[in-house]
């Protein structure tokens, strides 16, 4: 049985609030409700937030990373070490890896995997602009840092496939990160030695 709302503007807020990734109903209520209880200011400003992240948030020119300038703050650090590129699928896996404190390199973010179960290809990702960094002649190396999984592992064999034709190494992070594992939920000490101890793509695909 549907629930029954004494008023409209609460029955669309909680249906607004419940569109959101894990949050139900019965939270999307209680959510509201508290936001009811808050002073005007509160709410205001909390919606304000969402409103500016929506409007003015900006994706680095150079690596997708999200940012509020054109060019992210680890592409614009000069003590970056630009000829090593980790590549990653979302921005949730270079805030997991800056966390480590392992990595002095920069980052570029695909902007998810391949997963034709999902409708995603390998043009709906940033690779093109990977192979144009590479192109340029400045990077040395790539990691692959994306899940252990068949969707990561599919698209790093495809990233490997177009970077071939190019003098560049390529590596993948070590298998300090179980098989099956994302790359956002590992530890920070796994996840650095993963980076630290990562080998070469090559020798993974060996059999």
Same mark, same amino acid.
Request: aromatic share 0%; hydrophobic share 45%.
């Given at each position: 049985m549907n629930q029954k709302y004494p008023s409209v503007l609460l029955e669309n807020a909680v249906n607004e609030l419940s569109s959101l990734p894990g949050v139900g109903r019965k939270t999307a209520l209680r959510l509201a409700l508290y936001m009811l209880r808050r002073d005007a200011g509160y709410t205001e400003g909390f919606a304000a937030a969402l409103v500016a992240l929506r409007r003015d948030v900006k994706y680095c020119k150079v690596c997708h990373n999200i940012c509020d *300038? /054109?060019?992210? +703050?680890?592409c614009a650090d000069p003590q970056r070490d630009r000829s090593t590129v980790c590549v990653v699928e979302n921005i949730k896996e270079v805030?997991?890896?800056?966390n480590t404190g392992q990595f002095r390199g920069v980052y570029h973010v695909l902007g998810g995997i391949i997963s034709p179960m999902d409708g995603i290809g390998p043009g709906d990702l940033q690779i093109d602009s990977l192979v144009q960094r590479v192109a340029d002649?400045? %990077? $040395? *190396? %790539?990691v692959l840092a994306l899940s252990t999984t068949m969707e990561g592992d599919t698209t790093n064999f495809f990233i490997y496939r177009k970077l071939s034709p190019y /003098?560049? #190494?390529? +590596? %993948?992070?070590?298998?300090? %990160? +179980?098989? $099956?594992?994302?790359?956002e939920y590992a530890d920070e000490i796994t996840l650095g030695r993963s980076i630290v101890n990562r080998t070469s793509f090559n020798d +993974?695909? #060996?059999i």
């Open positions: *300038e /054109d060019i992210c +703050s680890i805030m997991a890896i800056e002649g400045e %990077v $040395g *190396e %790539v /003098d560049v #190494k390529i +590596s %993948v992070i070590a298998r300090g %990160v +179980s098989i $099956g594992d994302e790359i +993974s695909i #060996k």
